[in-house]
């Protein structure tokens, strides 16, 4: 498999299930500027993260510039083992990337 | 470029679109849903967003509990956690008050997740970290200071 800009981590323990993620993105403000040349390095950021388990949005997320570099995100919903977690990303810039695993499974 | 502007145009006419049927219904709700996060995102103060939001009545409680460290020593990475006990929470708000970009995130709780949300933001210098609720119709509010001792944009 292609290396995923998507590391994401999930943990079932008491009919909760844990889902942690941590994406690699530069998350530009389009505030900063290029120490060398003065330019403005133009925003680069994640819009919009969704969360789904078994096909359903369990949490989505608006993002905006002010989120830190390779973002982190944390959170629980009721669940089980086997239940299959979706999270896709999309930036500003139009890209997106996607990941799904099931709950339980490494 | 081009594309991108056209699509922002179109989100704010659409925007403007709610605004004129939401004003028929009488109920300023209706608009507060349909703010998208990109508007937000460009907004330049907590006040804007607020309302924005229709947010700008939002009480105070002490039901959001915000988990932030009182100094961070890197204001580019500052985890924040937010967990709301108010039942039936649907949206949790975060805000950085002195970004020059105070929105910073909001969450939209699906059914079965849990009102609490840990994640990592930027803060330029300190600032207040402002977490606004939506539970039914209403809002509540709560804030927490946090002391950057270095920079996180660019610095």
Redesign the interface.
Known sequence: MAKSTIKLRTKEKGG?VQVKALITHP?E?G???DKKTGDKIPAHYI??VKVE?NG??????????????N?????????SKGDKVKLTWTD?MGKSDSIEKEVGKK | MKRRSFLKSTLVASAAGVAVTSGILGSSNVFAASV???D??KAKSVDEILTMLGAADAAESDKIKIKAPEIAENG????VGITSEIEGTTEIISL?AA????????????????A???????MGMTTDVIAIVKAGDKFYTAKTNVKVTKG???G
């Open positions: 909760k998350m403000t505030l900063r500027k819009t919009e388990a359903k949005t369990v949490l989505t997320a608006d993002w905006s510039g002010s989120v830190s570099k973002p982190f995100i944390s959170f629980n919903y009721a669940g500003n | 998208v996060g990109a937000l995102a580019a990475v500052v985890p950085t970004n020059p970009t105070p929105f910073a995130a909001r969450y939209m709780i699906g059914e079965g997740a849990e609490a949300v840990k994640s990592r933001f930027k996180g944009c660019g």
